[in-house]
T-cell receptor, first 113, second 111 residues
């Protein structure tokens, strides 16, 4: 199956700093990538859909100025959490679409102190 | 609003039994159906997909689709403790629509 990587796998930062998470499709080109967030014992929540070369589409309630998404190439999308606060601590998971199927990255665990 | 419904569980089965996980969806135009497995603290992993009515088998896993009833299921034969995880059903409409995920069913396989 297709492989999606994420970096870093975990990050701890201080409140007020920004954190960038990278998502790469390793063996296929992904026109569309997705960013999810998952709090402990809760279900996946889609944050935004990113299309290569265009602006991301954010789900209702997700602040686009806080969660900056860039999809500059067919194999790389980045999510930047700006001015992170403790309530942003969560498991962030990207997903890349190949034809009809979505493949998930291993996730990034963000802890904001 | 497209909805995908799953029983949250937990579904408990003994080792060696058949686990049956069910999912219903609201969008009659849905075209593609997926099952993902998510271990605690990990990201979802694709197990199977099915597009046509009927059964599709892959090893110990069988996906079953009934579009008339808007129902998709996953059977796991000879369940193992390592199968203990949350199973997510995902449904995709026509075109390039995004996947709609159910909240998942937790499966516990006891030795």
């Amino acid at each position: 199956g297709a492989v999606v990587s994420q970096h870093p796998s975990w990050v701890i930062c201080k409140s007020g700093t920004s954190v960038k998470i990278e998502c790469r499709s390793l063996d296929f080109q992904a026109t569309t990538m997705f960013w999810y967030r998952q709090f402990p014992k809760q279900s996946l929540m889609l944050m935004a859909t990113s299309n290569e070369g265009s602006k991301a589409t954010y789900e209702q309630g997700v602040e686009k100025d806080k969660f900056l998404i860039n999809h500059a190439s067919l194999t790389l999308s980045t999510l930047t959490v700006t001015s992170a606060h403790p309530e942003d601590s969560s498991f962030y998971i990207c997903s890349a679409r190949e034809e009809d199927t979505q493949y998930f990255g291993p996730g990034t665990r963000l802890t904001v102190l | 609003q497209k909805e995908v419904e799953q029983n949250s569980g937990p579904l408990s089965v003994p080792e060696g039994a058949i686990a049956s996980l069910n999912c219903t969806y609201s969008d009659r135009g849905s075209q593609s159906f997926f099952w993902y497995r998510q271990y605690s603290g990990k990201s979802p992993e694709l197990i199977m997909f099915i597009y046509s009515n009927g059964d599709k088998e892959d090893g110990r896993f069988t996906a079953q689709l009934n579009k008339a009833s808007q129902y998709v299921s996953l059977l796991i034969r000879d369940s193992q403790p390592s199968d203990s995880a949350t199973y997510l059903c995902a449904v995709k409409g026509s075109g390039y629509s995004t996947l709609t995920f159910g909240k998942g069913t937790m499966l516990l396989v006891s030795p």
